[in-house]
């Protein structure tokens, strides 16, 4: 064995080392070829290494090293309040860097640990992949897992889960288990996703499609977004089409094209859907607007109604002093006091006191105490309570087709 | 943070005392419960000593818990902590939403002087453009204590979010 001793701010040659290298502080290495180390490569403070190196372990200290070739670590790579600069291809088993590690060219890895920045302008083939501050990538990453405690931007992904406290910038790709993002999120490419969490903000940019989707504050989605569940705490917005099984908004909800599920829509103030709605269940508390909304269940808003080809479901509910523009089409449509509407129809149609509508087309109508109808279409019954007035009732053996 | 940086031309807000928390935090969370101080002062961008003022602080109010390893401490967030996380990036969703909103016409804000960077209203940009093209290295760290480095760091379960 002959260990290699390089001092303190000198310049050497270096081949084959039968042992271990030490470097000491602003030193230049240069290489004979590429430098084989047998031992371990031991740094202090700033070093150059001008070529390629290889070693069985890398053991550094404060400073920053820099390996301007590519750097091969059978072993370990540590590096002690310090930071590691490799600027051609960089293998090891495992590395924990402290401050900073910058890769220029792409990185193999199992497990790689930095206390503070990674910043890679290649491609990180990696199985974890654990950043405490800041994690940039511009090449592909592909990991089981990535997680950083500030901000990371990657150009393209294939994980299987990403854990980020802070922001989250991602090109496109794939994350196939788990998205969680404590603050805020952005893709710019197509993305595809198992869970998806985000306490704050999220954005995507192109098209999205997920599984679960659960966002704290505020989703934007410029094109289309599937999903099994969304669920938004604020403002939830897709400029294309949504298509999924339910949907849970706190909020305000807009949809720039058709949103179709297989199970609930609901939302605590505003939904606004550009096209059709196609559902289950509809639950609004404040105004819900769509071209037309078909739901195989019931249907309960709040607020006010607005559609143009209208709204059809199996039981339809307007609160207390709610409005309704479009016709409401159902098996049970049931108004509660002082809601005024356009146009019902339906199989059993009951209009709460002081209720408005200007027709109503209905197999039994019950109108109760100063319910006001233009126009009554009935086959079976119509009874009026006290004050309820019809100005033209009208018994037909079967009721006219009914829109939608 | 991420809760962004705040500085003379980086167009974002300053960040307050939550912010800090926040980053701080956030970066605990990453060692799974055995985070060293001066793992959290590079991933937070923050020196040492004024880190370890303001860890006290969350330890006080029960938002972090430390244990010693090894003769030094390393630190862990707790579920207190979680929950404020939880809040913060909420909140921090809702404001943001808030202020698009105030100001739906506005793209660009601030000066917008040659070479200066502009301020958008775009919360992503806002928060992540300034920041990510230039990275800014933690701040140097008082000397350290050389000799054999104790093995602090734990891998365990996490309470999820």
New interface residues.
């Given amino acids: 064995m002959s260990d290699a001793h390089v001092p303190r701010g000198s310049r050497v040659k270096l081949g084959v080392v039968e042992g271990d290298l030490r470097a000491e502080r602003d030193s230049t290495i240069d290489a004979d070829g590429t430098i084989r180390v047998t031992g371990t490569a031991r740094f202090q403070g700033n070093v150059e290494v001008l070529g390629d190196l290889e070693c069985n372990a890398w053991d550094s ?2 400073g920053r090293v820099r390996v301007r070739g590519s750097l091969t670590v059978a072993d370990s790579v ?1 590096t ?2 310090g ?1 590691l600069e490799v600027g051609g291809l960089f293998r090891a088993r495992s590395v924990d860097v ?3 590690l910058t890769l220029l060219g792409p990185a193999v890895t199992e497990d790689l640990e930095v ?3 990674l ?1 890679g302008r290649s491609t990180l083939t990696a199985t974890t992949v ?5 994690l ?1 990538l511009a090449g592909k990453i592909e990991a089981r897992s990535v ?5 990371v ?1 990657l150009a393209d992904v294939s994980l299987d889960d990403l854990e980020v ?3 989250v ?1 991602i090109g496109g790709g794939e994350v196939r288990h788990k998205i ?1 993002v ?5 893709s710019d490419g197509p993305l595809t996703f198992g869970d998806f ?5 999220a ?1 995507f940019r192109d098209i999205g499609s997920g599984k679960s989707i659960d ?4 989703m934007t989605a410029a094109k289309d977004l599937t999903f099994d569940v969304l669920e938004v ?3 939830g917005d897709i400029r294309g089409n949504g298509k999924g099984r339910d949907v849970h908004i706190g909020g305000r909800f807009s949809v720039g094209g058709s949103l179709q599920l297989t199970g609930a829509l609901q939302v605590g103030g505003k939904a606004s859907v550009q096209g059709s709605v196609q559902g289950e269940s509809l639950e609004i508390g404040g105004k819900f607007e769509a071209e037309r909304a078909v739901l195989s269940g019931k249907a309960e808003i709040g607020g006010v109604v607005a559609t143009r080809a209208g709204l059809k479901a199996a039981t339809i509910r307007l609160a207390h002093r709610s409005r309704a523009s479009g016709p409401l089409i159902g098996g049970r449509v049931e108004l509660e006091r002082r809601a005024k509407v356009e146009d019902i129809y339906g199989d059993v149609i009951e209009l709460d006191r002081e209720c408005e509508a200007r027709k109503v087309v209905g197999g039994a109508v019950h109108l109760r105490e100063g319910a006001v109808v233009d126009e009554v279409v009935y086959t079976r019954t119509l009874s009026l309570e006290k004050g309820a007035r019809v100005r033209n009732p009208q018994q037909v053996a079967a009721l006219p087709p009914f829109p939608l | 943070m991420t809760p962004e940086r705040s500085g003379p031309d980086s167009g974002a807000r300053r960040r307050e005392a939550t912010d800090l928390y926040a980053t701080v935090l956030e970066v605990v969370k990453r060692y799974h419960g055995g985070a060293r101080i001066t793992r959290v002062s590079y991933g937070a961008g923050m020196p040492v000593d004024r880190l370890r003022i303001l860890m006290d602080r969350l330890l006080s109010l029960g938002l972090l818990e430390s244990e010693e390893v090894d003769g030094r401490p390393v630190f862990d967030v707790t579920a207190r902590g979680q929950e404020f996380l939880d809040t913060y990036w909420k909140m921090n969703g809702y404001l943001t939403t808030l202020e698009l909103y105030d100001h739906p016409g506005e793209r660009v804000s601030g000066s917008s002087k040659r070479g200066e960077t502009p301020r958008r209203t775009d919360p992503i940009a806002r928060n992540v453009e300034p920041a990510l093209p230039a990275l800014r290295d933690p701040p140097p760290l008082p000397a350290m204590a050389t000799g054999p480095k104790p093995e602090t760091r734990r891998r365990r379960n996490r309470s999820g979010r």
Avoid: N, P, T
């Fill in positions: 200290e404060d540590r002690d309040s930071e402290d401050r900073k206390g503070g920045i910043d654990s950043v405490g501050g800041r940039r997680e950083a405690g500030g901000a931007e406290g802070g922001l910038r969680d404590g603050g805020k999120f952005r969490e985000v306490g704050g903000f954005e966002i704290g504050g505020v705490g604020g403002i």
